[in-house]
C-alpha cells in the first residue's frame, strides 16, 4: 500500500510540461534513425510511446474527473507539449511507414492545437519562461507530420495545409518573442531552451515541406515558392544554432545543475537542433553539415541520459517522501 501510495504521490505532482518527456525521447528517435542507428531509434521511439500513453491516461482522467485542473492546467503554455509530443510521435510513425496509426495522431494533434492553443495565447502576460515559445513549437510540429504525410501519401492538399501552418508557426515565434523575459536566459530552470527550439522545429519543417516537394508526381512549389522557402530554411537553421550557441553561453555562465522537470524542455531543443541540421542538410543539398548535425545527436543523447537519471532519482524521493 504505501508503494501504491508513493507512486500515485508522484503521479499527481506532474504538470503538463511533463509531455516534454515524450517530445525528447521521439525527436532523439528520430536523430537516431536519420544517422542509421535504427535499433536504439526503435527503443527510443517504443518508450516515447510508453510515456505518451501513461500521460494520455493521466490527460483523459483529469478532464474527466478533476475538471477544474484540466481547465487551469489547459490555460498554461505547457499544456501545448500535448499537441507538440504526440505531432512528434506522428511524424516518427510516418517514416516507420505505421501510416494509419500516423495519421490518427496527427488528427488528434490538430484537435488539441485547435482547443489549446486560443486558451493559452488569450493568457499570455509579459515576461513569460521559455515555454511561451510552444505556441510555435506546436504548430511546426503540425507542419513536420503533415509534410512527412503528404510526401508518403502523394497528397497535395496536406502540403499546402501544412505551407499555411508554417508561416503561421513564425508569426506566432515573433509574437512569443515580444512575450519572453530574456532573464530566464540565466534564470530559466530549463525551458528557456525552447526559444531556440522553436527555431529548430521551424527549421525541420521547413525542411520536410521542401522534401515533400521533391516527392515524385507531386508538384507542390513553383521556383518563387521553392526559393523562397529554401531561403527562409537556411535561414532559421543559422539562426537557430546561434540561439543554440548563446543558450550554451548562459548555461556556463550561470550553470544549474539541480534537476526539474523543466529539464526535458532542454533536451528536446538539443535533439530538434540536431534533427534540423540532418535535415537540412539533406533538403538544400549541403552535405558538410551532417558532421556537425551527427556531434549534436550525441550530445542530446548525453544530455538525455543525464536528465533521465535526475528524473528517475526525483520520482524516487517523491515516493518515498510520500511513504515515510
Request: charged residues 15%; contains cysteine; aromatic residues 8%.
Given at each position: 500500500?504505501?508503494?501504491?501510495?508513493?507512486?500515485?504521490?508522484w503521479?499527481?505532482g506532474?504538470?503538463?510540461?511533463?509531455?516534454?518527456?515524450?517530445?525528447a525521447?521521439g525527436?532523439?528517435?528520430?536523430?537516431?534513425?536519420?544517422t542509421?542507428?535504427?535499433?536504439?531509434?526503435?527503443?527510443?521511439l517504443?518508450?516515447?510511446g510508453?510515456?505518451?500513453?501513461?500521460?494520455?491516461?493521466g490527460?483523459?482522467?483529469?478532464?474527466?474527473?478533476?475538471?477544474?485542473?484540466?481547465?487551469?492546467?489547459?490555460?498554461?503554455?505547457g499544456?501545448?507539449?500535448?499537441?507538440?509530443?504526440?505531432?512528434?510521435l506522428?511524424?516518427?510513425?510516418?517514416v516507420?511507414g505505421?501510416?494509419?496509426?500516423?495519421?490518427?495522431?496527427?488528427?488528434?494533434?490538430?484537435?488539441?492545437w485547435?482547443?489549446?492553443?486560443?486558451?493559452?495565447?488569450?493568457h499570455w502576460?509579459?515576461?513569460?519562461?521559455?515555454?511561451?515559445?510552444?505556441?510555435?513549437v506546436a504548430?511546426?510540429?503540425?507542419?513536420?507530420?503533415?509534410?512527412?504525410?503528404?510526401a508518403?501519401?502523394?497528397?497535395?492538399?496536406?502540403?499546402?495545409?501544412?505551407?499555411?501552418?508554417f508561416?503561421?508557426?513564425?508569426?506566432?515565434?515573433?509574437?512569443?518573442?515580444?512575450?519572453?523575459d530574456?532573464?530566464?536566459?540565466?534564470?530559466g530552470?530549463g525551458?528557456?531552451w525552447?526559444?531556440?527550439g522553436a527555431l529548430a522545429?521551424?527549421a525541420l519543417?521547413?525542411?520536410?515541406?521542401l522534401?515533400?516537394g521533391?516527392?515524385?508526381?507531386l508538384y507542390?512549389w513553383?521556383?518563387d515558392d521553392r526559393?523562397a522557402?529554401?531561403?527562409?530554411?537556411v535561414?532559421?537553421?543559422?539562426?537557430c544554432?546561434?540561439?543554440?550557441?548563446?543558450?550554451?553561453?548562459?548555461?556556463?555562465?550561470?550553470?544549474?545543475f539541480?534537476?526539474?522537470?523543466?529539464?526535458?524542455?532542454?533536451?528536446f531543443?538539443?535533439?530538434m537542433?540536431?534533427?534540423?541540421?540532418?535535415?537540412?542538410?539533406?533538403?538544400?543539398?549541403?552535405?558538410w553539415?551532417r558532421?556537425?548535425?551527427?556531434?549534436?545527436?550525441w550530445?542530446?543523447?548525453?544530455v538525455?541520459?543525464?536528465?533521465?537519471?535526475?528524473?528517475?532519482?526525483?520520482?524516487?524521493?517523491?515516493?518515498?517522501?510520500?511513504?515515510?
Amino acid at each position: 500500500m504505501s508503494v501504491t501510495r508513493g507512486l500515485r504521490a508522484w503521479w499527481e505532482g506532474r504538470s503538463p510540461a511533463a509531455g516534454a518527456a515524450v517530445m525528447a525521447t521521439g525527436i532523439l528517435s528520430t536523430d537516431l534513425h536519420l544517422t542509421g542507428d535504427e535499433a536504439l531509434s526503435l527503443a527510443a521511439l517504443a518508450l516515447a510511446g510508453v510515456i505518451w500513453v501513461v500521460l494520455a491516461v493521466g490527460f483523459v482522467r483529469r478532464l474527466l474527473l478533476d475538471r477544474r485542473r484540466w481547465a487551469a492546467e489547459a490555460r498554461s503554455p505547457g499544456a501545448l507539449t500535448a499537441v507538440a509530443a504526440t505531432a512528434v510521435l506522428a511524424s516518427r510513425l510516418a517514416v516507420l511507414g505505421r501510416r494509419p496509426l500516423a495519421e490518427a495522431l496527427l488528427a488528434l494533434a490538430a484537435v488539441l492545437w485547435a482547443v489549446l492553443l486560443p486558451v493559452v495565447v488569450r493568457h499570455w502576460r509579459p515576461r513569460m519562461p521559455g515555454s511561451v515559445f510552444l505556441c510555435c513549437v506546436a504548430t511546426q510540429g503540425l507542419v513536420v507530420s503533415a509534410a512527412g504525410l503528404a510526401a508518403a501519401e502523394h497528397t497535395a492538399w496536406l502540403a499546402h495545409t501544412a505551407l499555411v501552418l508554417f508561416w503561421l508557426g513564425l508569426v506566432l515565434y515573433a509574437l512569443a518573442l515580444l512575450r519572453f523575459d530574456p532573464r530566464q536566459l540565466l534564470e530559466g530552470a530549463g525551458d528557456h531552451w525552447v526559444s531556440g527550439g522553436a527555431l529548430a522545429i521551424s527549421a525541420l519543417a521547413g525542411a520536410g515541406l521542401l522534401a515533400a516537394g521533391n516527392t515524385s508526381g507531386l508538384y507542390l512549389w513553383n521556383e518563387d515558392d521553392r526559393d523562397a522557402l529554401r531561403t527562409t530554411t537556411v535561414a532559421l537553421l543559422v539562426v537557430c544554432l546561434a540561439a543554440y550557441a548563446v543558450l550554451v553561453v548562459a548555461e556556463a555562465v550561470r550553470p544549474r545543475f539541480r534537476y526539474d522537470q523543466r529539464r526535458w524542455a532542454t533536451v528536446f531543443p538539443l535533439g530538434m537542433t540536431a534533427a534540423a541540421t540532418l535535415s537540412v542538410a539533406t533538403a538544400v543539398g549541403v552535405p558538410w553539415l551532417r558532421g556537425p548535425g551527427r556531434v549534436l545527436e550525441w550530445v542530446a543523447v548525453a544530455v538525455w541520459l543525464l536528465v533521465a537519471a535526475g528524473a528517475v532519482r526525483g520520482a524516487v524521493r517523491t515516493a518515498r517522501a510520500a511513504t515515510a
